[in-house]
Every structure is written in C-alpha cells, then in structure tokens.
C-alpha cells in the first residue's frame, strides 16, 4: 500500500516519472525490503496509466538492482540496495532538517508532567500495581471471545460517550449495594480510568487561576491534571482524621475544587473519619466549592467495613464520584467510572463526547459479563485474601531485618504501605540505593508539594508473591546495612517534591 504523487509532466515520459517515485520510496524506507510492489494491473488502474507504462518503470527497477521479479509472484523490493550509501542518507534522521518542538504554555506543562507507567514485570516493591500472576486471564480471554459473539450490528457505529447502557446500569447497582451511592445507570460515566476523569472535570469545572485544594501529601497525576487546566493548587495537610478542613480554611477559604481520597488516603493510607466528612461537606455547602471524591483502593479492605462512600452522604449535589478498575483488575483494561451528580451527568456525558467520543465497546462487554456471571466478586474476595497475606509478610519481614532503619505498621486497606525512616534518613538517597540493587521503592517526599513533614518510602506489595517479598526485603536488608553511599545519613532539608 504506497501513495504516489506524480509531478506534472515536465517534459520526461511518464514510466520515468513513476520509476523516480519508485526508487525514491525505496531509498527512503517507504517501500521496505522485501516488500512486494503493487500489480502492474492494479498500480496502472488506480493511477489511470496503462500496464505498459507501469511495467516499463518496473523493468527499469528490476535492471538497476533496485527491486527483482520473482516469477510469476510479483516484483519485489531488493534486500541490497545498490546506493546503501545514498540510501542511508536519506534514512538517516541526522540527514533531516531539526527545529525545536513549537508548543503552547499548556503544552509545554503537559510536556513536563509526563507520568510514568508501571512495570509491565512487576518488580519489588513497585506501587499501585495489582498481582498480575493471580488475574483470571483465561477466564476474561473466553469471555471476550463470547463477548465478539453478542455484538449486533447496530452496536458496531458510534456509541453513547458515557459508555455502553447496561454495564453502567450494573455498575451503578454495584456502587449503591456497596458504596452506599443513589446513582442510576444514566448517572454513570465510563472513562479510561482516573487521569481521564481527573481530565474531564479540571476541563469542565475549573477556569483559569481558580483554586483547588489538594491533599500534602498527594498523588502526583492529580495535581497534573489540574495544574494543566490552569488551576492554582493550595495543599492542605492530612492529619490521623484525613484532609484537616480547618487548615484549608485558613489557607484559602473559598476555593473552586476539593481533592479528597476519604477511603483510603493516598500515600499515607488514612481513611477520612465521620465527623471531619461532615465537616468537610458543610464547609463546602458554605463556600459554594465542589468536592472530587476518588474512591481509592476501597474494594481491598482487610478488616472491619468501610464507611460510605463520601458522595453518598451529599444531599446538596456537590460530590463527584471516580473510581477505576486498574487495581481490582488490571491496568491494560483502561477502564474507569464517573459519578457527577445528576445535574451534571449530561454536561460530562456531551463534554466526553468531544475528548473521545466512547469507550472501546468489546471491553465494556467483557467486564459486563464478568460481573453478571459474579467472577468479579469472587476476585475481588480473592484479592482481599491474597493482598493480606502479602501485606503480613511484608511487615513481618522489614520488622525483623531493617527494624532498626525502617518502621513499618500494617494497614486495615490498600495494596502499599509506608516505611518510616528513622533518625530522619534520607528517603530521595535511599530510594536511589535500592534502585541500584534491583528495587524499586517511591520516596514519600516526592509526594509533598512543600518541604515534606516526613521522610518515608512506598512499599508495594500486591505485585510481588511472597518467597519474591522475602528474598527482596533481604536484599535490601543488605544493601542498607553495608551502604557507604550516603543513602542512610540524615536528609539535610527535604525535597521539594515533583514540579508543580
């Protein structure tokens, strides 16, 4: 498949003209070696030419080294050029004119935040990475093929920007049986996980130089995404109750946004208390600011119950709902939810409309039939079991060989935990160290916009079987025990975090 563009008749027979085509597509790469050239049947229909004038640039070709007709099965690109100099010339990108990228203020910020993606092999301790190794993938590759099945021709054009009715109607029931949530079907947004819904209501709800407040510490791809939409972040500190809503007060008392992650915070792992989510919600109402509620990792809880969800506590219309489906199945899937408030469902439904029109639909249907069928409750119970007992060795592991350099409690939620370190080491030094012996941990001060309060690092766990958790954590023992790199001196000032 080549696209030609004939220059007009400059005096040369046309078979010269086509054959300088030719050999230019082979000389730049466009035709690669190998491939077999178009028909002299067809090339001279699609370009209106006769078969005699495309035959004649292909015997001239074939007598210049530059292609060969194998008989009878079409003329073919030569593997051995006979200009390998030229040709590399004009494959070369050195041999290209380079200019700098010529980008916007937005994105030249978009640019900068760039977010990284997970290990596709999960390696100790990479966080918010869920067990590859346990997902029922044979169980999700029959149902996607079943799933090609029940699709009717009238859903194979364009679809509904909120997603695909009857998986939305279903999750909406999920969300109310387990996150206590009024939410209908027609009230559910399907998206491409959290940083397209973080996309979506920065676009929607925020101007310019408005306010929001942000968790300190925070999850660096929330901040991006407001940040990209011109937004002025003010960073509240989370205390032992979650997002102290009386300090926010006092650093702006009347912002556009609220970030929150009540369920479990993340990175320290807090979960919001009653009383600070009726405050939080009463203050909101009082200052007119919306509140974004992401319902992170609320489906692994190891003990007791978890309380409601915070939007369904709102009686004013002012809680989004986000959640994702990259912990609890995994992160390829691309596939999230969006709970605005009823007023709003149309608005975001339109406004997606025109960032992506809609979901890819075969997925949609997969993860339809997983939950009718009840395999995805049984996995996430699965995970529960599974993510405890990783978590267990984990703690009994750091406790009993780094007990002296890090402290590490377990959690009743969460696929990661933090290890505290003592004497106020360097968490940034640490991490680089441990990197260097095959670990990958997150230092807890990159997640603070200020100076941080507190050195740490991130251990993920769910990613990482158990036998891989010990020989890891006793790898790690050795290195901070012998280092002689600096990484176990006290921090000198705290680092400033990502830029904002």
């Known amino acids: 498949m080549l696209a030609f563009r004939l220059e007009p008749d400059d005096g040369q027979p046309v078979y010269v003209r086509l054959y300088a085509q030719l050999r230019e597509a082979i000389l730049t790469g466009r035709a690669a070696a190998g491939t077999r050239l178009p028909a002299s049947r067809v090339l001279a229909a699609e370009l209106g030419l006769s078969r005699n004038t495309v035959v004649a640039a292909y015997t001239r070709l074939t007598d210049e080294g530059y292609a060969h007709a194998r008989g009878g099965a079409g003329v073919y690109v030569a593997s051995v050029l006979p200009e390998n100099a030229a040709f590399a010339a004009l494959a070369s990108p050195d041999a290209l004119e380079t200019m700098p990228p010529v980008l916007s203020a937005r994105g030249r910020q978009l640019a900068a935040m760039g977010l990284e993606g997970g290990s596709a092999c999960p390696v100790p301790f990479v966080a918010d990475v869920p067990a590859f190794d346990v997902f029922p993938l044979e169980s999700w590759i029959r149902l996607m093929a079943r799933s090609w099945r029940q699709v009717q021709p009238d859903m194979l054009g364009y679809a509904s920007a909120a997603g695909h009715a009857p998986l ?15 939410a209908a079907g027609s009230d559910v947004i399907m998206t491409s996980g959290s940083q397209q819904s973080l996309d979506l209501l920065a676009r929607v709800l925020l101007d310019p130089g408005e306010s929001v407040w942000v968790e300190e510490p925070g999850y660096a791809g929330v901040r991006s995404a407001f940040i ?64 974004v509620e992401d319902d ?37 899937f691309r596939l999230g939810v969006l709970v605005p408030p009823p007023a709003y469902a149309a608005v975001f439904a339109s406004a997606k409309s025109v960032i992506d029109r809609h979901p890819p639909l075969l997925e949609q249907v997969t993860l339809l039939s997983f939950m009718r069928s009840g395999q995805f409750a049984a996995h996430i119970r699965r995970m529960r079991r599974i993510y405890r007992e990783r978590q267990t060795v984990l703690v009994e592991e750091i406790t009993r060989q780094m007990g002296d350099i890090l402290h590490m409690e377990p959690s009743d939620a969460g696929v990661h935990l933090i290890g505290t370190l003592k004497d106020g080491r360097d968490d940034q030094a640490f991490c680089a160290g441990a990197r260097a012996c095959g670990i990958l941990l997150r230092p807890l001060s990159d997640a603070y916009l200020g100076p941080p309060a507190r050195q740490g690092v991130l251990f993920g766990f769910a990613a990482i079987p158990p036998r891989r958790i010990v020989a890891a954590v006793r790898r790690l023992a050795a290195y901070a025990h012998n280092s002689d790199d600096g990484a176990l001196r006290p921090a000198r000032g705290g680092s400033a975090g990502p830029a904002a």
């Open 296 to 332: 992170y990792d609320s489906e692994f809880r190891y003990a007791g119950t978890t309380l409601p969800a915070l939007q369904s506590m709102d009686r004013a219309g002012r809680v989004f709902y986000l959640g994702t489906f990259s912990k609890s199945l995994l992160p390829t």
């Open 228 to 291: 990209a939409a011109g937004a002025r972040l003010v960073p509240v500190p989370v205390d032992a109750e979650g997002l102290s809503v009386e300090e926010g007060r006092r650093r702006d008392p009347s912002p556009r946004l609220i970030f929150v992650t009540p369920s479990h915070q993340y990175p320290l792992g807090v979960t919001m208390s009653m009383a600070r989510r009726v405050e939080l919600l009463a203050f909101a109402q009082s200052c007119g600011a919306l509140v």
């Open 168 to 182: 939305r109607e279903v999750i909406a029931q999920n969300l109310r049986a387990t996150r206590f949530l009024r």
